[in-house]
Structures are given as structure tokens and as C-alpha cells.
């Protein structure tokens, strides 16, 4: 959903801590916390330990390890078919609009796979994995600490119709944004919840571009982004040129987890039309704006449980997909 890019602390901090209840039933299996417990033990302190050391060394990731977690789920369901590469008929989601230059971190589940694969071959997900970061990425910079339902298996294919059609885009009305989630069996709760995953990261120019430069289809400008902020914005982000300059999504504490990103909103000073319309578009998402800007334990809480359930989108689980051996692809390549 996002990137950034500041210095973080080596020290781990103290995790917010969320109980939830947390199994799911599915065909053919449930997902639960306990999954690897005899058959992977080490699993998730090999995951954590991977993620930490890679968002010490660039903050940004774990803002881009959380987005790869949405993206997957919202295509297919939870089931690793984002990580495919393109090979033979198999066209990668890689190459969607929404991932195509911006999806990153790939490298990274390719060490984690590595070395669960030599601690216990063939027994833990790259599905799992995916699930595991997003949670850890969210830990390490200060957001709340969920236990992460297990269990889930790899998809044999990919969806590059699916990764175009069915994530929301920077510039989709609220109403197209909520359909979207509606149809993955989300609700405007989930929606206004993850979306504060934007406290940590950066969006590029090309994402947002035509609120400053009166490209919102009308010929008029977006009064809806404050206007000194918005002149802000122009110094950097070009009329043409400059697609890729990164910009924090939450310029107030872009490297940490919090409410901020609500508080910002509310202000007229989000980056993103998608983020804005959260306050525009509908009285219910502007009310749970305000909820979440002045109460971080609510956020974080709700946070939580929408990720869980997320994190349950239609599941491979039992005798379904399979457990890859490369994330990049299936089995039998």
C-alpha cells in the first residue's frame, strides 16, 4: 500500500499487543496461529529476524513489505500469486498497473523463503510469509503486534486482470474504493482502518499529480488538498517529469506508526486522492476518520483486525495449491 524511506533504530520496540480471536474455518482446513508450532517452530523468529534487519537498514521497506500483503490478498485471495514471475503461460501480476514500478521487496521474501526452506523444507507458505511480514513490518515501526492466523498454501497462477481491476487506485471516487473492498468482504470499517497503513511511506508524483495541477477531470482545482501544502507539492512534483519522486505519505511522522496520518486528513493535507476522500466521500468514513485521529488505541486495535481479516480473503488451505519451493514460481517449473 506503501514505501519509506528514513533511519530506524536497531533496538526492537516494546510491540503493542493485540489479543484477538483469531481462527478461521475453510475448505479443507482452518488457519490459526499455531499452525508451525510442531512442524516449523523457528518459523516466525526466522521471518522477524529478516524483516528487522532489512528495515533497519532502510525504513522504507517495511511500508513496501506491508503493500505486498494487500496487493496479494485483493488478487485471488491470500495465496502468494502476487510473487509469480512471468513464465511460459503464467503472466506475472508483476506487470500490473498498480505493481509495475512500484512493487518491491521481493528480495527479501526470496532470503526468508531460503531459510525456512533450510530449517524445514517444504512446510511453510509463501502465502504464510507474506502474512508474517505484513504484521512484522507493522511491529517494527512502532504500530500494533497481532498474532497472524497460519495455514494458508500457494496458487498455481496469477491474475494479471485481477491486479489491474481490483485494487484500489490513488485516484478511484470513495465509492469505487469501497465496491472494491466490499467485493473482497470488506466494509467501509476495514476500509478506512487499513487505509491508515498510510502513516508510514511514500506515494510518487505520478500517483497525485492532477490535484495540483487541476487535472481532477473537471477543469477545476481539488480544494480538497490544502493549498499552501498543495504549493508545497508543485515545487517537487512537476507538471510533466519527475513520475518517480517519492513523497511521505504522513510528512509528520513518516518513519512511525500512528494516527497521525487521520490527524493529517483532517486538515485537508492528504496526499493521495484516495486518502482525501476518506473525509469527502462519505459521513460514516469522515466519522471513523475523526475516531481514529483522536484515539491511537482504537486505530491500532481496529488495525489489527482488519488486517486479520485481510489476511483471510479466500485462503488455499487442506489439499489446495500447493507449498512452493521457490516463491517465484510453481513446483513444477
Known sequence: MAQLSVSFLLVLPLFAFVPLCLCGRYQGGYLYPQFYDHSCPQAQEIVKSIVAKHVAKETRMAASLLRLHFHDCFVKGCDASLLLDSNGNLVSEKRSNPNRNSARG???????????????????????????????????????????????????????????????????????????????????????ALSGSHTIGNSRCTSFRQRLYNQTGNGQPDFTL????????????????????????????????????????????????????????????????????????????????????????????????????????????
Do not use: W
Not at 527479501?108 to 517444504?122: A, G, N
Not at 507538471?239 to 496520518?261: H, I
Open 106 to 192: 521481493f528480495e527479501i521474501i526470496d532470503e526468508i523463503k531460503y531459510s525456512l526452506e533450510k530449517e524445514c523444507p517444504h512446510t511453510v507458505s509463501c502465502a504464510d510469509i507474506l502474512a508474517l511480514v505484513a504484521r512484522d513490518s507493522t511491529a517494527l515501526t512502532g504500530g500494533p503486534y497481532y498474532e497472524v492466523p497460519l495455514g494458508r498454501r500457494d496458487s498455481r497462477g496469477s491474475s494479471l486482470s485481477g491486479s489491474n481491476n481490483n485494487i484500489p487506485a490513488p485516484n478511484n471516487t470513495f465509492q469505487t474504493i469501497l465496491t472494491k473492498f466490499k467485493l473482497q468482504g470488506l466494509d467501509i470499517v476495514d476500509l478506512v
Open 226 to 333: 490544502e493549498q499552501s501544502y498543495a504549493a508545497q507539492l508543485r515545487s517537487q512534483c512537476p507538471r510533466s517529469g519527475g513520475d518517480q519522486n517519492l513523497f511521505f505519505l504522513d510528512f509528520v511522522s513518516p518513519a512511525k506508526f500512528d494516527n497521525s496520518y487521520f490527524k493529517l486528513l483532517l486538515a485537508s493535507k492528504g496526499l493521495l486522492s484516495s486518502d482525501e476522500v476518506l473525509v469527502t466521500g462519505s459521513q460514516v468514513s469522515k466519522q471513523l476518520v475523526q475516531k481514529y485521529a483522536e484515539n491511537n488505541e482504537l486505530f491500532f486495535e481496529q488495525f489489527a483486525k482488519s488486517m486479520i481479516k485481510m489476511g483471510n480473503i479466500s485462503p488455499l488451505t487442506g489439499s489446495r495449491g500447493e507449498i512452493r519451493k521457490h516463491c517465484r514460481k510453481i513446483n513444477n517449473y
